[in-house]
């Protein structure tokens, strides 16, 4: 196998289908068929009975994954510095990853999905497939795991945990609160892909630096600095702006640091012209395909491409302009509302009840109002999956803004009442982050616990009997059981990051602009951050099916949302400030209307680079390969008259 060392094979996907009767006949059985076609593949295969289930696991070995790579035409970093499309035939000019493996996680799930779903019929006729009496037709050319995941008969495709590396994990990561904010970010890399690696990265480094205003603020709680206290509010408040900006410049050398690293290039995900008549690709899949439906009548493509681009834009507009409406005529006075009544309200005990009672209901009606976000959306024509959620993130925390705020901003600016604000944020930081986490931490098992009792409900109705204890005994049932990490607005578009992150962000907004009334909220801050970074890791493990990984070079619009996060209003600068702003909105709408360079033009780019990359790499991989070689031999032969010579 080119002399390489073969990694150790584990079970990594799960399919699950239902379970089949015993007085069938395996004949042309659903289930029959779809393992000899995964073994045809060259995938290994392990059949487990559940409780009301039959459980597919699947695993790949080496060179199995590595054929898949070279179909889809993935680019890896090679010794030389530079991403070349993958050829098993020169597996040896690739650089491997931080563990050791070829592949990364996000690499090999999606050679799995292409050799899953590319499983196709190549025989001359049609082939009757069998299951609980009912007949399917699996017609020529046509591919398996589709049709049968629309007759119902695959229920769910997910990713497996590694029993071996979760368990390492949960020891040195989440169940390990003696490193605080130390966390083991290539391991995490490993298991889960880019995405949520980025994400705990920021997080530790976010809680680790939010440790130092924290610490100033016990002191001016704790220290009374008398006359000076007026200047030492000034003072702390001119730091936390400081801090904010270095963190921010921090974080981008350590993202890049990251990436490189992990051998990532920058580009992934982000190129604005990896999109060829509303088809769109990544690193992670092969562009020739798309290069070819391309056809060569330029005139009638630029004529598609403009109606396209235009029509994009116009209902981007369209959906900014919803949203921003709906937060101010809907959103808006309910918020008013409740401000109002907590500060006519004199009982402190009826405010803290106002107050749990309000977070539950908006949280409940923000949620739908993400959830609109999320179909409109769709109507986008966004570029990428990666600009689909940026433009979702906006929308989202646009809402949840002010939600967040509206009421802090109503007694800060209104009634100018600093005790009032004082309770106010210390409320809503206590109240929001002790339900967050209770609820981030309770649903899933909920969920889970739930699933089991209507899986033993059913089973106990079919045997007839309402006794007898039942045992999930095997692990893929307990994980297919499991809740996916999903965000509560939809999985669309986003994975369960997206709350999480959102969850960040309004934090950050909170105490960055109310610092000086309550400088303490740094501290409650990396107390919850530090709580948050070991549960979080720990619902992962424990609590979720295994996250589809997702490739991603930032944590995206949540850095700029961190970064907006900087500024402070002063009464005497409001005239300078609602111009300027007036002048930004109308610039970024017409940027947002009128693209800078014509999309056909973008494609037309694109187009002609990858073609000559395409020309130039297989040639460029042999020559590394045989450089490598050569390398190699020269070694040998030191070796061998070093060897002599003694």
Partial sequence: MNGIEEEQTAFEIGVVVPKRNEEENEDFDCVKVLVDEFRKVGLFVERVQGVADEFIKLAAPLETLGRAAAELQLKKRTHIGMDLQFEWEEVKAFVRQPDGSLFSWCERFHCYQHIIYGIVNKSKSAVTLKFDGK????EVGEYLVPKLESVCFIKQVFPLHDEM????????????????????I?????????KIAIYFAFLGMYTRWMLFPAAFAIALQL??????????????FIGIILWAVMFSQFWKRKN????????????????????????????LQSPVDLIRKWGTDKTNDKEVYQRNEWFGRLMRFRNDVMVILSIIFLQLPFELAYAHLYEVIESDVMKFGLTAVYLFAIQHFTRIGGKISVRLIKNENNETAEKRADSLVYKVFGLYFMQTYIGVFYHALLHRNFLTLRQVLIQRLLVSEVLENLLENSLPYLKYSYKKYRVRKKKRREKGSSTGKIQFSSRVEKEYLKPSYTASIGEELEDGLFDDCLELALQFGMIMMFAC???????????????EMRTDALKLLAMF?????????????????????????????????????????IKFGFSRIVPEEPAWVRANRVKNATQAQDMCSKQLLRTISDGKMMFGKVKEKERKIEERDL
């Fill in 186 to 194: 290539d391991e995490i890399y490993s298991y889960f892909g880019t």
């Fill in 545 to 585: 099916k295994r996250p589809v990984p997702r490739a991603a070079t930032t944590i995206g619009a949540w850095l700029n949302i961190f970064q907006e996060g900087k500024w402070s209003i002063e009464p005497g600068l409001a005239i300078i400030l609602v111009i300027e702003h007036l002048l930004l909105l």
């Fill in 517 to 531: 009334a309550f400088p303490l909220a740094f501290a409650f801050a990396a107390l919850n951050n530090i709580t």
């Fill in 256 to 283: 890049s640091a990251l990436l490189a690293r992990w051998q990532i290039n920058y580009s992934v995900g982000v190129d604005p012209g990896n999109k060829l008549m509303g088809m769109e690709w990544s690193s």
């Fill in 165 to 184: 590396k979760r368990k390492k994990l949960l020891k040195c990561w989440a169940l390990n609160w003696w490193d605080l904010t130390d966390q083991p």
């Fill in 223 to 236: 220290i009374d600095f008398g006359s000076l206290q007026l200047l030492v509010l000034p003072i702390f």
């Fill in 135 to 138: 007949e399917f037709r699996w």
